[in-house]
Structure formats: C-alpha cells, structure tokens
C-alpha cells in the first residue's frame, strides 16, 4: 500500500519517488513507507541511494495536456523530501520529525541537530532512521463496509457541489482532514 509514483533518470543518478496517503490512504500511511524504504535499504541495493521522507498536506492529481498527462504531488512537504534525501547519506534514510513521530515507533534512530534548508525560515529537525527493532506486521485493510451514519452536513455540500457539473459547469472540493477521518469513505459516498 505503497505507491511508486515516478521516477527520473539523469547523468549522475536519478530518483524515485514512493507516496503512501495518496491517491489512497490506510492510516497508517507514515509507518507503511517507512518500512518500505527502510527494507530497500536493508534488501543490498546495487547502487547507494539517499532517501528524505516527510509528511503533511500535498497538492495531488493529474496534470499536464490531454495527451501527455501524469499524477503527481506537489508541495512544501515534497520539497522538504527532495531536501532531506539530498543531505543523507549513501544508504540513509532522513526523515522530517512529524513523519518520525507519527511512524517510526518500530525503529531505531538517531537525532540530528537542527539544520536549515532552501524554502524554509526555521531549522528542520529530522532523524536517521536505523534498523527495525521489532513491531507487528502491519495489518491488510479491511473491506468489510460498515453502515455510514452522521456527515450530513458534508453530504449536503458535496451534493450541491455535484449540480453544477451535471450541467457543464466545474466546481472544486477540497477535503482535509487526519488519516483515517473518513475522507475516502465520504467520497465513495458521493
């Protein structure tokens, strides 16, 4: 439940990109790459990689013209990513303080002193992320669907967002919230 999202080739490397929350989320979202990247790591990649992750709110979807069209992120939090996995080290693992916290309670790590970087007026606190100390397997999501109940306030919003389109028109809904809110249900819903 890791999505690899794209990847880039240059002359003196390339990069991957790995998104967990988007376009789905379980959660858990934070843990689940984490250990994704903490395994490639462990797994003896032929080549060094350098890796940042972070987490927070993104700009998601397609863009680009009809004919050449891609999804993406886009957005401080991606920028912070790019920032941390180009100050790890070969086969290190950066990781932004609130992804930390929200993730990492099954590995090990170690705290960097605070460090400043392009696009941000405060230092960024981060960790390396060492070896996996232990933990339960992380469990599959469920399918089971239960009863939806309450949201009618975001049901009626949604709906009278709905009339336009049906006519021709464009409209934009922007749902926000913590992992596991009920956000994709609220669209299934839809």
Known sequence: NVTFLESD???????????????????????????TVRAA???GLPLPVHIG???????T????????RTY?????????????????GEDEIYVAEEAFNRGASSFAATELEPFMVKGKSEPVQAFV?????GGT????????????????????VLGASVAPV??????LVELIGEPGIGKSRLADEL
């Open 137 to 156: 397997q992380l469990a599959a999501p469920t399918s089971q669907k239960l009863p939806f109940v309450d949201r009618e306030r975001e049901r009626a």
């Open 72 to 88: 993406t992120v886009l957005g401080d939090t991606a920028a912070l990513a790019a920032r941390l996995m180009a100050r790890a």
């Open 9 to 35: 080739v240059d002359r003196d490397g390339g990069r991957i990109i790995l998104v967990a929350g988007a376009p789905q989320t379980f959660g858990d979202d934070e843990e689940r790459l984490l250990r």
């Open 61 to 68: 979807g397609q863009v680009g013209a009809p004919f050449r």
């Open 166 to 171: 049906r006519m021709g028109f464009g409209t």
């Open 129 to 133: 992320l060492g070896e996996l100390t």
């Open 41 to 43: 790591v462990d797994s």
């Open 53 to 59: 992750a972070s987490r927070g709110r993104v700009f």
